[in-house]
């Protein structure tokens, strides 16, 4: 009986959470428009930056993005506002340099002998 009754509680919970993210996708089809609002202290290119320094080999726009709008997914987070900070950290502060085409590692700062 206490088996079966903390299954259908747990099995409530489910299709609560389940209705909970239908509302949510729901409410970005029907309301497109809507203005993400990032909170203040957020940086993409902090984000971005922060990912590339966690993989030292060197990591694809595609691998940041999927780890960026898995971990911020009502953010807006896109591959062109990845590729705008990853050109901005290149080109502009030079933390990142190119592995590969598409593949990003950070600049190893040590010096050299």
Do not use: C, W
């Amino acid at each position: 009986m206490k088996k079966d009754t903390s299954e259908k509680l747990r099995r409530i919970l489910e299709i609560k959470e389940s209705i909970a993210k239908l509302e949510n996708e729901l409410e970005l089809i029907l309301n497109p428009e809507k203005a993400v609002i990032l909170p203040p202290d957020f940086s993409i290119n902090e984000e971005v930056l922060g990912v590339v320094k966690s993989s030292p080999t060197g990591i694809t726009i595609k691998e940041i993005t999927v780890i960026l709008t898995n971990k911020y997914p009502h953010f807006g987070i896109d591959r062109q506002k990845i590729s705008s900070a990853l050109i901005y950290l290149k080109s502009g502060k030079k933390l990142i340099e190119s592995v590969s085409r598409g593949k990003y590692k950070k600049i190893d700062s040590s010096p050299t002998v």
